[in-house]
């Protein structure tokens, strides 16, 4: 490995862990997200990213979070906790494109 050794420890997925599992509601966060994510932990959406990448266990982490944020804000935008237009914008970053799509077919006869 080249270039500055790595900050990911064993501590710093703990962290990450705890935001996810309910942690990110102590630090004021309505739904968990990467933004949160890295500033709860000192690190950039970079570094996340590329720890997603090398670090398997760190990758199902950044998995969980992402579920939950659909998840919570799918729920709460149905409940009208939350600003539905507010979600409906956030979709194209929770959505994987296996799971929802903003399009909608257009059936026209020929």
């Given at each position: 490995?080249?270039?500055?050794?790595?900050?990911?420890?064993?501590?710093?997925?703990?962290?990450?862990?705890?935001?996810?599992?309910?942690?990110f509601?102590?630090?004021?966060?309505?739904?968990p997200?990467?933004?949160?994510?890295?500033?709860?932990?000192?690190?950039?959406?970079?570094?996340?990213?590329?720890?997603?990448?090398?670090?398997?266990?760190?990758?199902?982490?950044?998995?969980?979070?992402?579920?939950?944020?659909?998840?919570?804000?799918?729920?709460?935008?149905?409940?009208?906790?939350?600003?539905?237009?507010?979600?409906?914008?956030?979709?194209?970053?929770?959505?994987?494109?296996?799971s929802?799509?903003?399009?909608?077919?257009?059936?026209?006869?020929?």
């Open positions: 490995m080249t270039g500055r050794p790595t900050k990911y420890s064993e501590e710093i997925q703990a962290k990450a862990d705890a935001y996810v599992d309910g942690g509601a102590d630090v004021g966060d309505v739904v997200s990467l933004a949160g994510l890295a500033v709860e932990i000192g690190l950039t959406r970079e570094t996340l990213y590329q720890w997603q990448k090398e670090k398997p266990r760190f990758s199902d982490t950044l998995a969980r979070l992402r579920w939950l944020q659909e998840r919570l804000s799918l729920n709460g935008g149905l409940k009208g906790d939350m600003n539905s237009t507010i979600v409906s914008c956030c979709w194209p970053i929770t959505a994987t494109p296996t929802w799509s903003r399009r909608t077919p257009v059936l026209t006869e020929a």
